[in-house]
């Protein structure tokens, strides 16, 4: 299983970015996806995910300005970030869940990309 994360970058506070992970070694569809981020110092956390049959879920925090997106014909994720905020401003991870639950719970992902750096300056 690989999953490789890019589209991360530095942009002012308001700005937009769009992530992608591409995925490879193993049958996407059977698999639900995931966005995560972790901040310097604190614990890793769900942002957004996506089931193969569409259904999604956003963190609170995210919500209304992040889209979380799949392109299933090139086993490709997606988070359109919008709005960017300073506090936003993290690693982040693309992973892969087995148990094709539509969660943001990071202990059900079983594997994980090597994540991009998002920096959004005030």
């Known amino acids: 299983v690989q999953l490789v994360e890019s589209g991360g970058g530095s942009v002012q506070a308001g700005g937009s970015l769009r992530l992608s992970c591409a995925a490879s070694g193993f049958t996407y569809n059977t698999y639900s996806m995931g966005w995560f981020r972790q901040a310097p110092g604190k614990k890793r956390e769900g942002v957004a995910s996506?089931?193969?049959?569409?259904?999604?879920s956003y963190a609170d925090s995210v919500k209304g300005r992040f889209t979380v997106s799949q392109d299933k014909d090139k086993n490709t994720l997606y988070l359109q970030m919008n709005s960017l905020k300073p506090e936003d401003t993290a690693m982040y991870y693309c992973?892969?869940?087995?148990?094709?639950?539509?969660?943001?719970?990071?202990?059900?992902?079983?594997?994980w990309g090597q994540g991009t750096q998002v920096t959004v300056t005030s």
């Open positions: 992973a892969a869940n087995s148990f094709r639950w539509l969660t943001l719970n990071p202990s059900y992902f079983g594997y």
């Open positions: 996506i089931n193969s049959d569409g259904s999604r």
